[in-house]
């Protein structure tokens, strides 16, 4: 199985701040990365797929980047409604998801 | 816009069997991939394994090869997942989720079930 591993596994931030949050894979896994955002006591919600194209409807502070072994998830001006737990997952085969990175409120 | 709901939480005993529906509103279960995936109290997500509604073929995860059936009736849009031998590792909230590839660019779970509780307990 191929290894997702993000850092930090937490940051606190304050509202307007930019927040980066990266995940390493075991081997190279191209673009085939995808990132989600859950909150407590719900699913994870869908942000963006091959490593940079945002979803629909999803707010444009977001913006992912990468390849090969190592992607970044940017936040370029945190909201109140981005304090969430986020996950990185690969998709270039069986799927395996990073352990999260949660943000919180500084 | 698809809309999953799953069956209500569940406590079952060590050694139990478990079965989680995904039923599956305003589009056909054919349309898409259905993956299961659980995520343990305070713990990140797991992959479970996928079901093709149209071939019946599924893909586990080699930790719940021999342990996991996944299933699917077409003809009401539902998705089933069975888990057998529980333990207390398997308290965990379960997810059914779609995708439209099983692999590459299109590989991401777009939709999501609300999540069904599995409590593990004698």
């Known amino acids: 199985d191929i290894q997702m591993t993000q850092s930090p596994s937490s940051l606190s931030a304050s509202v307007g701040d930019r927040v980066t949050i990266t995940c390493r894979a075991s081997?190279?896994?191209?673009?085939?990365l995808n990132w989600y955002q859950q909150k407590p006591g719900k699913a994870p919600k869908f942000l963006i797929y091959a490593a940079s194209i945002l979803q629909s409807g999803v707010p444009s502070r977001f913006s992912g980047s990468g390849s090969g072994t190592d992607f970044t998830l940017t936040i370029s001006s945190l909201q109140p409604e981005d304090f969430a737990t986020y996950y990185c997952?690969?998709?270039?085969?069986?799927?395996?998801f990073g352990q999260g990175t949660k943000v919180e409120i500084k | 816009q698809v809309l999953l709901v799953q069956s209500g939480a569940e406590v079952k005993k060590p050694a139990a069997s478990v079965k989680v529906s995904c039923k599956a509103s305003?589009?056909?279960?054919?349309?898409?991939?259905i993956h299961w995936v659980r995520q343990a109290p305070g713990q990140g997500l797991e992959w479970m394994g996928w079901i093709n509604p149209n071939t019946d073929d599924t893909n586990y995860a080699q930790k719940f090869q021999g342990r996991v059936t996944m299933s699917r009736d077409t003809s009401i849009s539902t998705a089933y997942m069975e888990l057998s031998r529980l333990t207390s590792d398997d308290t965990a909230v379960y997810f059914c989720?779609?995708?439209?590839?099983?692999?590459?660019?299109?590989?991401?779970?777009?939709?999501w079930g609300q999540g069904t509780l599995v409590i593990v307990s004698s």
């Open positions: 997952q690969q998709s270039y085969n069986s799927p395996t």
């Open positions: 989720a779609l995708s439209g590839a099983v692999a590459g660019f299109f590989q991401y779970f777009h939709h």
């Open positions: 305003e589009a056909t279960l054919t349309d898409y991939y």
């Open positions: 081997q190279s896994i191209r673009t085939y």
